[in-house]
């Protein structure tokens, strides 16, 4: 939270604001709504990186695959927390990766709160240093390498972005307007920012979308135990409902 008050604090000095009262009377006067997603950018933390907490991945490869040779043929994602696109894009390649040549209709959703996170995620343009973490056999798979005057980026091909489609969404405003079963939820390293309360009603909106036997993925630092019933742990950080 002091981050976060720090970035506010920093946009009003901008304006020369000198009160949240005031910076608050600016948005409401801002008739473009400019401002508001400069606000929204400077609440939201966008920490990400491609193939972060891997065990995550491991254990979606191995819930894919069982649910495939049982002859599943449609799947639904919903990555909640998208934020420049690294998660999302994650989950399209390692998702695709199991499918093989099955034929499988797969459609991923990628949301955030912060309108300019979602700008990169949808380009799909990341530079050398951001794409380490991805294994070069998938990196030469599913992106084309493009040199430019002053650096080498890696663009996400159009087959991985046709399987997802990227929205602005607030996860504290329930119910969400989401079409249910889901199949498999990430909503990783964005509870630890809700109070009680909120993290209750963001978790019971997860249970009422996914399907029985969906799972839902959080951060390693996360837990929902005791805000909702019918969610089995099955290992720290996942859930299935039951």
């Known amino acids: 939270m002091a981050l976060v008050r720090a970035r506010i604090a920093k946009r009003m000095r901008s304006l020369n604001l000198n009160s949240y009262e005031d910076y608050l009377d600016f948005i409401r006067a801002d008739n473009q709504g400019l401002e508001i997603e400069q606000m929204l950018d400077a609440i939201s933390t966008n920490t990400t990186q491609f193939y972060r907490e891997p065990a995550h991945y491991d254990y979606l490869r191995e819930v894919l695959a069982d649910w495939l040779n049982q ?74 390498r493009i040199k430019t005057s002053q650096e080498i980026l890696w663009q996400v091909r159009n087959e991985i972005k046709s399987l997802i489609i990227f929205r602005q969404f607030n996860l504290s405003v329930v119910p969400y307007p989401l079409k249910n079963p889901i199949d498999i939820i990430f909503c990783r390293n964005v509870m630890i920012y809700f109070d009680r309360q909120v993290r209750s009603r963001l978790v019971n909106e997860f249970y009422r979308l996914l399907r029985p036997g969906g799972y839902l993925f959080v951060g390693h630092a996360e837990s929902i135990t005791g805000l909702v019933d019918g969610f089995k742990c099955l290992k720290p950080s996942v859930y299935r409902k039951e």
Not at 85 to 100: D, K, N, S
Request: glycine share 4%; net charge neutral; hydrophobic share 40%.
């Open 71 to 144: 002859g599943m043929r449609r799947l639904r994602i919903w990555s909640a927390a998208s934020s420049s696109g690294e998660e999302p894009y994650t989950l399209a390649m390692e998702t695709m990766e199991v499918i093989e040549s099955r034929r499988v209709d797969f459609r991923l959703l990628a949301t955030d709160l912060a309108p300019s996170v979602l700008k990169i995620a949808i380009k799909g343009e990341y530079a050398d240093d951001k794409v380490e973490p991805i294994p070069t056999l998938i990196k030469n798979k599913y992106f084309n």
